[in-house]
């Protein structure tokens, strides 16, 4: 797929970072606090622009502690937005002036060679924009006067220049390899799979969790076609990740999720599916990712007749049914059993990920379910589809349009995606249903 630019916003505590991001992205999502360092994590926001779409990663993630600490957060945060982010808003604070943490700062952006835009936030009025002139002596070049809180000032103009050289919204197009994220709890065994998929160690293996704490490709070919393997960080419970090195890890192995074609489920086999194993799925199914649930450890399991691999399989799907779309493959990085079923499951479902169905045949499918089976009325009303077209592949997404977007209920909509996945398959990718009210025609 064609990669959607990544813009990090970063500055020192309480200038606004998470504001400002609110502010792009249009509604209040990231936690907005007087305090300094409320924000803890990195998180991760897409945003559109004059038809143009991007990633914006709200870095907060300074604890409040002595100023080493403190300082430190802030250095090591700004670091991994240079590695990470195409470009970089750098947030600064208008009504206070220059602050020495702001050169400091500005001296790592600066090294880190990729495009840096300075903004001045908190310029809510005449007077202030006079202000935005001492920010000169950061030396990033001419200062953006904005205020993330009244959404005055040059916001818009900062999005024009950040923008100016991405692409418009277009049809995602066919990657040339299929790019696979080994992703599950720690010491399910992810480092084993790559690393026997791979035919050596090219990635550290230990017995103790968290031993892996950077997103790490690989590319591997397999009956004359490339794959990208990325093996990441094990993706704990939030509140037993420690702040530093493994919480920046996780971020980047949720990325990494973000990033992939397929990602590949790995569940430990003695332990069964866990709750930690259905969130990162979620995390899998929200972003729209092709998925194989990869039941790993299997040569563990003693008693394969009380453990078949029906039985297992059906206790899965009784557990998460929300993965009733997913393949499950049961495989042993240890004794390599089935791992090469790996490359060709990807390979199905990425084909699933990419299909286009015809309006034609779709509407058809359509008009049967709802003869099939009616929609209930609500209020003396009822619910009609009037029409049905696909609008992208990767998720496969489509819009119905309806008499009344208030008529639509959940159930109905697990109802029709149903008959849609009977009809067309789509193994292993989530689609997308969209209600758009429109109304009928009169006669």
């Known amino acids: 797929m064609s990669r959607i630019p990544v813009v990090a ?23 907005v606090d007087d305090r300094p360092g409320v924000t803890r994590d990195r ?14 990663i709200d870095t907060g993630g300074i604890i409040p502690g002595n100023e080493d600490e403190i300082m430190l957060n802030i250095f090591a945060q700004a670091q991994i937005a240079c590695d990470e982010a195409d470009s970089i808003i750098f947030l600064v604070d208008g009504k206070e002036g220059i ?28 007077e202030r924009s006079m202000m935005t002139a001492d920010f000169y002596a950061l030396a990033l070049g ?28 277009q049809e995602t197009i066919k990657n040339e390899n299929i790019r696979i994220a080994i992703v599950g709890k720690p010491n399910a065994g992810k480092s084993s799979i790559t690393n026997a998929l ?45 702040w530093g090195v493994e919480k920046f890890a996780v971020d980047r192995a ?38 194989i649930v990869a039941v790993n450890k299997w040569d563990l399991i003693e008693d394969k007749q009380a453990n078949s691999t029906v039985k297992y399989e059906e206790k899965l799907r009784h557990d998460a049914p929300f993965l009733g779309f ?63 077209t696909q609008i992208k592949t990767a998720p496969p997404t489509f819009i119905l349009f309806v008499n009344n977007e208030d008529l639509v209920q959940d159930s109905y909509k697990r109802y029709l995606e149903n008959k849609m996945r009977e009809a067309f398959g789509f193994t292993g990718t989530p689609i997308r249903l969209s209600f758009r009210e429109r109304k009928e025609k009169q006669q």
Request: charged fraction near 30%; proline fraction near 4%; hydrophobic fraction near 35%.
């Open 326 to 388: 997913a393949p499950v493959i049961f495989i042993s990085a240890k004794t390599k059993q089935r791992l090469v079923s790996i490359y060709k499951k990807s390979k199905e479902i990425y084909e699933q990920c990419q299909k286009r169905v015809s309006t034609s045949i779709l509407n058809k499918i359509i008009i049967e379910a709802l003869a099939m089976n009616p929609p209930s009325t609500k209020k003396g009303k009822k619910l009609r589809v009037l029409y049905a």
């Open 142 to 169: 001419e200062p953006f006067p904005v205020s993330a809180l009244h959404g005055s000032g040059g916001v818009g103009d900062l999005l024009d220049e950040i923008t100016k050289d991405f692409e418009k919204n």
């Open 198 to 242: 791979l035919g050596e160690d090219r990635v550290i293996v230990s017995d103790i969790s968290g031993t892996t704490r950077d997103s790490i490709d690989s590319k591997v070919k397999y009956e004359g076609e490339e794959f990208i393997l990325v093996d990441t960080a094990g993706i704990r419970k939030k509140s037993k990740v420690d």
């Open 254 to 291: 949720i990325r990494a999720i973000k990033d992939c074609d397929i990602a590949l489920l790995i569940v430990d086999a003695t332990e069964g599916l866990t709750d930690q194993d259905k969130k990162i799925s979620q995390i899998i199914v929200e972003a729209g990712k092709g998925i």
């Open 43 to 56: 998180i991760y926001f897409d945003v559109e622009w004059q038809h143009k779409e991007f990633t914006v």
């Open 9 to 31: 916003v970063v500055g020192r505590p309480n200038v606004g970072k998470s504001t400002f991001v609110n502010r792009l992205v249009g509604a209040r999502q990231s936690i």
């Open 99 to 126: 602050n020495p943490v702001d050169y400091d700062i500005a001296n790592i952006l600066r090294r880190s060679k990729k495009p840096v835009y300075l903004a001045v936030n908190k310029i809510d009025s005449p």
